[in-house]
């Protein structure tokens, strides 16, 4: 089943290829662009849902009062897929420099892929000088240089862990001593557990940012209403089949899937022979957002046609509300966004009532359990 789920995301990701096209976005999108641009497009391929994770450390400082106070640290969601983040966690930034090599106030961003053992993070940094200081500070840090490859810098063995070593408090090491490589990838340092995993980024042909579905949901979080004006400081992407689990990916593998309509058609189809939901996106986005009312979980999915972006809209929301540990937590706007190539986003925020993102916090840890609905492709209603 996990090849399945693997082909199923390929072949829906290589569909919506054939729409094409990006487009100019708002000033709120930059760095998240800047950043998913570092990440091959084969990273969206993937048998896992939620395959692509984001932090804007410089938007968390300014939300948080700093990004490792302790508001920062509890509102940081996403630091089971971001390596750094964990040891950060664990040890509530304390000691962070010297373990790190760099103050956390130097890095711009974390983003991160991959399934483990395969998970790489990158360090974003203000530039190639700052990202050539860090790998030099790692040298005083347990890490060598790889004869054959110079630019490479290794603690220890690929995929290989030492529990003699570990420090969960130490981004390079963690709870249980696991080998990290590094390597310079433009302002970035790539962290991985084995070189091999870097190929996929040193042979990109078209990055994450670049994605017409990435595009598509980014260029409706700059211009809807809701969310233009917004600071984005966490981001988590999903994939179709995060909402598929009621759709056996199977049943699609018989069938010509690509190109956008086909495949639209056929997940349509299925729907209708048992059930109701939003119609099948191409690819999604949850963020959380620092508005001037506070903060904000968006929820960005791209879409063919605003149609089906206008469909999803009102569900999502009737959802939402009909969700009973979900109802009266959030004040909810929603709407369609136009893209390139007559592609539409469908954009609905959810600004919580209170001081902290609730309706992330629900969001999240509802995603993680397969228990979060909201998103779901053809769930009963």
């Given at each position: 089943?996990?090849?399945?789920?693997?082909?199923?995301?390929?072949?829906i990701v290589s569909g919506f290829l054939a729409i094409g096209g990006t487009a100019a976005f708002a000033d709120n999108t930059a760095t998240l662009r800047k950043a998913l641009s570092h990440l091959p497009e084969t990273a969206l391929a993937t048998a896992d849902p939620m395959p692509i994770a984001f932090l804007d450390v410089k938007a968390m400082s300014s939300a948080e009062e700093g990004a490792l106070s302790e508001a920062a640290l509890r509102r940081m969601s996403f630091g089971s897929f971001l390596r750094p983040l964990e040891a950060l966690q664990y040890g509530m930034g304390k000691d962070w420099t010297e373990k790190a090599g760099v103050p956390?106030?130097?890095?711009?961003?974390?983003?991160?892929?991959?399934?483990?053992?395969?998970?790489?993070?990158?360090?974003?940094?203000?530039?190639?000088?700052?990202?050539?200081?860090?790998?030099?500070?790692?040298?005083?840090?347990?890490?060598?240089?790889?004869?054959?490859?110079?630019?490479?810098?290794?603690?220890?063995?690929?995929?290989?862990?030492?529990?003699?070593?570990?420090?969960?408090?130490?981004?390079?090491?963690?709870?249980?001593?696991?080998?990290?490589?590094?390597?310079?990838?433009?302002?970035?340092?790539?962290?991985?557990?084995?070189?091999?995993?870097?190929?996929?980024?040193?042979?990109?042909?078209?990055?994450?940012?670049?994605?017409?579905?990435?595009?598509?949901?980014?260029?409706?979080?700059?211009?809807?209403?809701?969310?233009?004006?917004?600071?984005?400081?966490?981001?988590?992407?999903?994939?179709?089949?995060?909402?598929?689990?009621?759709?056996?990916?199977?049943?699609?593998?018989?069938?010509?899937?690509?190109?956008?309509?086909?495949?639209?058609?056929?997940?349509?189809?299925?729907?209708?022979?048992?059930?109701?939901?939003?119609?099948?996106?191409?690819?999604?986005?949850?963020?959380?957002?620092?508005?001037?009312?506070?903060?904000?979980?968006?929820?960005?999915?791209?879409?063919?046609?605003?149609?089906?972006?206008?469909?999803?809209?009102?569900?999502?929301?009737?959802?939402?509300?009909?969700?009973?540990?979900?109802?009266?937590?959030?004040?909810?706007?929603?709407?369609?966004?136009?893209?390139?190539?007559?592609?539409?986003?469908?954009?609905?925020?959810?600004?919580?009532?209170?001081?902290?993102?609730?309706?992330?916090?629900?969001?999240?840890?509802?995603?993680?359990?397969?228990?979060?609905?909201?998103?779901?492709?053809?769930?009963?209603?």
């Amino acid at each position: 089943m996990r090849f399945r789920h693997l082909t199923v995301t390929a072949t829906i990701v290589s569909g919506f290829l054939a729409i094409g096209g990006t487009a100019a976005f708002a000033d709120n999108t930059a760095t998240l662009r800047k950043a998913l641009s570092h990440l091959p497009e084969t990273a969206l391929a993937t048998a896992d849902p939620m395959p692509i994770a984001f932090l804007d450390v410089k938007a968390m400082s300014s939300a948080e009062e700093g990004a490792l106070s302790e508001a920062a640290l509890r509102r940081m969601s996403f630091g089971s897929f971001l390596r750094p983040l964990e040891a950060l966690q664990y040890g509530m930034g304390k000691d962070w420099t010297e373990k790190a090599g760099v103050p956390f106030e130097d890095i711009s961003y974390f983003v991160g892929n991959g399934m483990p053992p395969v998970r790489l993070a990158y360090w974003g940094l203000a530039d190639e000088k700052a990202a050539d200081t860090l790998l030099e500070a790692l040298t005083s840090r347990g890490f060598r240089q790889l004869q054959d490859t110079p630019r490479m810098l290794a603690n220890g063995d690929p995929r290989a862990i030492n529990f003699e070593a570990r420090d969960e408090t130490n981004p390079w090491l963690g709870t249980m001593g696991q080998t990290s490589f590094a390597m310079p990838h433009a302002e970035t340092v790539m962290q991985a557990t084995a070189p091999q995993d870097f190929e996929p980024v040193l042979e990109m042909k078209r990055s994450v940012a670049d994605n017409p579905a990435i595009a598509t949901l980014l260029e409706g979080i700059a211009k809807a209403p809701a969310s233009r004006d917004s600071t984005l400081v966490q981001a988590l992407v999903v994939t179709p089949l995060f909402g598929m689990s009621s759709v056996d990916p199977a049943d699609f593998l018989q069938s010509d899937m690509t190109d956008l309509e086909a495949t639209k058609k056929k997940l349509e189809e299925k729907m209708v022979e048992g059930s109701k939901g939003i119609p099948p996106y191409f690819a999604g986005m949850m963020v959380d957002a620092q508005q001037a009312t506070g903060p904000a979980l968006v929820i960005s999915l791209a879409y063919a046609d605003c149609a089906s972006a206008d469909s999803a809209v009102t569900t999502i929301q009737a959802r939402w509300n009909k969700a009973t540990d979900l109802n009266g937590i959030a004040d909810i706007s929603g709407q369609s966004v136009p893209a390139a190539d007559k592609a539409c986003a469908a954009v609905i925020s959810f600004a919580a009532k209170g001081e902290t993102n609730e309706p992330l916090r629900h969001a999240f840890s509802g995603a993680m359990t397969r228990k979060f609905n909201v998103l779901q492709i053809g769930a009963p209603e």
